[in-house]
């Protein structure tokens, strides 16, 4: 019997898993219009962007406009293979499910 | 956790990427309230014109309606993401509103315009050509029903008496804009309220 893959516990947690998932759709986004999909609070969101960013899945870009901060985030190339390989996982994982 | 539960919850993950996905690449039917807002000025517009006959006001509806839509997305709480197929179609509203503002300015006060009908053809099958990029763009046959709608408009137009014309123009705006514009704003609360319960 093959042996069931792990699933990447980094993007397992669900808010981060939303947060790549947005991020793999778009070429950049603002912390603000993350927490408006996610529904997440500025806290919580700051944190799980914080693991993703340590662990090398999404850059940060922190600029001033018009003297008010803003976070741009964007998934880097290690995000999108590291989502890629997390679907493949849960695909098996379903696979051996049914 | 039984092997049930935890292939729901699998399942459950597998959801939410592909609806925060889905949401990030949404991109028109955010745009909703703008087709309902340019409806509403194309029908202040065309019965200023008719009822005041004042002439210009088409480019004073116009410029009104360029100015609140600008201020609509100024005021939004968060700048939408970039995205490639949000670029596009943005472009293509802009190139068509730019396009329609230039040419029947000038059509108009170049005394070129001469009846209302060449106004109702021209201008039927540039907002029908801008519907049909987007929903090719979009893979969005919804819109593409539009296009068809605006280009049976100017076809009534060419061939048609003025007033046949005129109602077929309404028509078009109704349809096109303000039910089209209605539904995508619809769409638009759906997909909140479904990435909300998910997220």
């Not at chain 2, 006959?53 to 210009?56: A, N, V």
């Not at chain 2, 070129?112 to 209302?116: F, N, T």
């Given at each position: 019997m093959p042996e069931l893959p792990e699933l990447n516990p980094v993007i397992h947690g669900k808010l981060r898993l939303a947060l790549l998932s947005l991020l793999a759709g778009v070429e950049e986004a603002e912390f603000t219009w993350l927490r408006a999909k996610t529904g997440s609070t500025d806290g919580n969101l700051g944190a799980q962007l914080m693991k993703l960013e340590e662990a090398g899945y999404v850059a940060v870009e922190k600029k001033f406009v018009q003297r008010k901060p803003q976070s741009i985030y964007r998934m880097t190339e290690a995000g999108r293979e590291a989502l890629q390989e997390y679907v493949q996982a849960l695909k098996q994982l379903l696979g051996a499910a049914i | 956790m039984n092997a049930n539960a935890e292939e729901m919850d699998l399942r459950e993950r597998l959801d939410l990427m592909q609806k925060m996905i889905a949401e990030g690449r949404r991109?028109?039917?955010?745009w909703g309230w703008t087709f309902v807002l340019w409806g509403i000025a194309y029908y202040v517009a065309f019965f200023w014109d008719w009822l005041a006959?004042?002439?210009?006001a088409w480019p004073i509806t116009m410029a009104a309606g360029g100015v609140l839509t600008f201020i609509g997305f100024s005021r939004r709480k968060y700048r939408a993401p970039e995205t490639t197929i949000g670029r596009a179609i943005a472009s293509i509203w802009i190139a068509t509103g730019v396009s329609m503002f230039i040419l029947f300015d000038a059509m108009g006060f170049g005394m070129?315009?001469?009846?209302?009908r060449v106004f109702f053809a021209a201008a039927s099958a540039m907002i029908g050509l801008a519907n049909a990029a987007c929903s090719l763009t979009l893979k969005w046959k919804a819109e593409f029903l539009c296009a068809i709608v605006w280009w049976a408009a100017a076809i009534v137009a060419c061939f048609c008496n003025l007033v046949t014309a005129g109602v077929a123009f309404l028509a078009a705006i109704f349809i096109c804009q303000i039910v089209f514009g209605a539904y995508m704003m619809v769409l638009e609360s759906r997909q909140r309220r479904q990435v909300a319960r998910h997220a």
């Open positions: - | 991109k028109q039917e955010s006959s004042f002439p210009l070129h315009m001469g009846e209302a």
